[in-house]
């Protein structure tokens, strides 16, 4: 099976600061992986997604993340960040079974965003 | 497009009492849903999966006879909680996949919170 592991279950960054958060993958095809923030009470809205196409892939609100086979990674990243990008980060892996795919998420980040 | 929704937003029940939240594909068809359970400061755990007509596949440690899923149609599923209790209470999410297009990709409902008094 596969499975997404998120490095750093909390990241505070200043505002205006670059923001890195970290997400390994497991899987030995070519993965399906998303990035998904969630606001306090809120449902999940889907920021990117990397679907074997171009490795940078660009989403919502100023994020990106890179898709790197050697390292395995699927790096968040966004240039500056704004107080409104405090939330809950959840990198996923769409995982291949026996009833078809479903989507694996990792334990979460949770970001903090200082004045 | 691709959108779901999940009622009710919120629902409070007493202990012992079963609870039942739907999930609707509003603009396509969804062959497959599932239904994820999130605790406080936790991340999203799927419960089962289900397809259209069949019966639901649980994940390891779900109480099958506990979270009743029925999929009967192609843009409804219901997740019945019977006899809850407060360690129930919990985020319910669901999520649907489109029938034979981007079969990787779901998307996801806004959520239920349910709390067990």
């Known amino acids: 099976a596969q499975s997404v592991t998120q490095l750093g279950s909390h990241v505070s960054v200043s505002e205006g600061a670059l923001v890195l958060l970290r997400c390994n993958y497991s899987?030995?095809?070519?993965?399906?992986l998303f990035w998904y923030v969630q606001y306090p009470n809120q449902g999940l809205q889907l920021l990117l997604k990397?679907?074997?196409?171009?490795?940078l892939v660009k989403g919502i609100n100023g994020f990106e993340a890179e898709f790197k086979k050697s390292e395995t990674s699927f790096h968040l990243t966004k240039p500056s960040a704004h107080m409104s990008d405090a939330a809950e980060y959840f990198c996923?892996?769409?995982?291949?079974?026996?009833?078809?795919?479903?989507?694996?998420f990792g334990a979460g980040t949770r970001l903090f965003v200082k004045a | 497009g691709a959108v779901v929704s999940q009622h009710p937003s919120r629902v409070i029940c007493k202990s012992g009492t079963s609870v039942k939240i739907e999930c609707r594909s509003l603009?396509?068809?969804?062959?497959?849903m599932f239904w994820y359970r999130q605790f406080p400061k936790q991340s999203l755990m799927l419960m089962a999966t289900s397809n259209e007509g069949s019966k639901a596949t649980y994940e390891q440690g779900v109480e099958k006879d506990k979270f009743l899923i029925n999929h009967a149609s192609l843009t409804l599923s219901t997740l019945t909680v019977t006899s809850a209790h407060p360690e129930d209470s919990s985020f319910y999410i669901c999520?649907?996949?489109?029938?034979?297009?981007?079969?990787?990709?779901?998307?996801f409902g806004p959520g239920t919170r349910l709390t067990v008094t």
């Open positions: 996923a892996v769409s995982d291949q079974g026996t009833g078809g795919f479903k989507t694996i």
């Open positions: 990397y679907t074997s196409a171009a490795t």
């Open positions: 603009d396509f068809q969804a062959t497959t």
């Open positions: 899987s030995s095809v070519p993965p399906y």
């Open positions: 999520s649907a996949r489109a029938g034979n297009q981007n079969l990787y990709e779901q998307y």
